[in-house]
């Protein structure tokens, strides 16, 4: 069975600081995609990043970007400049494509500090 | 265009008494999920449907839960009878199914928040 293991239940960062928010799923497929979502007090699920596990390289989104290290299974997630509004609940999600569901992490809560 | 509408936005209800939460997916979309958020279990998928038939309903906790998708713009996650436990957040999501255009990605609608008394 997938899983999704988020091992930071908290986190803090100062404003215009970076910060890394951890996760490392399990898989026996070759084929599949990971994400992560951002929930803020809004309760609303919204994507910041998408990774296909075929690709090589590291999927970045204006601030946000990823380290993808297939061996080790590990997908993590860098916020760069953080800024007030990126508090919120983080999410790691896994795809294996085949079935189309998500597999969530617990999640991190970030809080950004000014 | 309209994402994922969800209704209602927030249910309070009686032990006993039976809810319905809704759920119209992108149109186009031929994949809708059904989740539930927990403080104490997160984000657990409930069922899914593919072109309207229920896929895996694994996650669907007991008898009292039935959900339906009687097309492809409309589904119901139905309770009966609501138990205080079954409080949560209820998210409908949808996607492209992987033979399509397929990026993997579930879009969701904003979420039905169900408290039971």
């Known amino acids: 069975a997938q899983t999704v293991t988020q091992s930071q239940p908290e986190m803090s960062v100062q404003e215009a600081e970076t910060v890394t928010l951890s996760c490392t799923y399990d898989?026996?497929?070759?084929?599949?995609?990971l994400f992560w979502y951002k929930q803020p007090p809004s309760r609303q699920m919204i994507l910041v990043i998408r990774?296909?596990?075929?690709?090589?390289q590291n999927a970045t989104e204006n601030r946000f970007s990823v380290n993808f290290q297939k061996a080790a299974k590990s997908f993590s997630l860098k916020i760069s400049d953080s800024q007030l509004g990126d508090t919120a609940m983080y999410f790691c999600a896994f795809n294996g494509g085949a079935t189309n569901k998500l597999i969530f992490g617990t999640g991190t809560l970030l809080a950004v500090q000014p | 265009d309209a994402g994922v509408i969800q209704s209602p936005r927030h249910e309070v209800t009686e032990m006993g008494q039976e809810v319905t939460l809704r759920c119209k997916p992108i149109?186009?979309?031929?994949?809708l999920f059904w989740y539930r958020q927990t403080m104490m279990r997160g984000l657990e998928l409930l069922i899914y449907?593919?072109?309207?038939?229920?896929?895996?309903d694994s996650g669907m906790p007991e008898d009292r839960f039935s959900a339906k998708m009687p097309n492809a713009s409309f589904s119901t996650l139905k309770i009966q009878p609501s138990e205080p436990r079954d409080s949560a957040v209820y998210f409908c999501?949808?996607?492209?199914?992987?033979?399509?255009?397929?990026?993997?990605?579930?879009?969701f609608g904003e979420g039905s928040r169900l408290t039971v008394l």
């Open positions: 898989t026996s497929e070759n084929n599949y995609y």
């Open positions: 449907f593919n072109n309207n038939v229920p896929i895996d």
């Open positions: 999501a949808s996607s492209l199914a992987p033979q399509d255009s397929y990026t993997g990605e579930l879009f």
């Open positions: 990774q296909e596990a075929y690709k090589q």
């Open positions: 149109s186009g979309h031929n994949s």
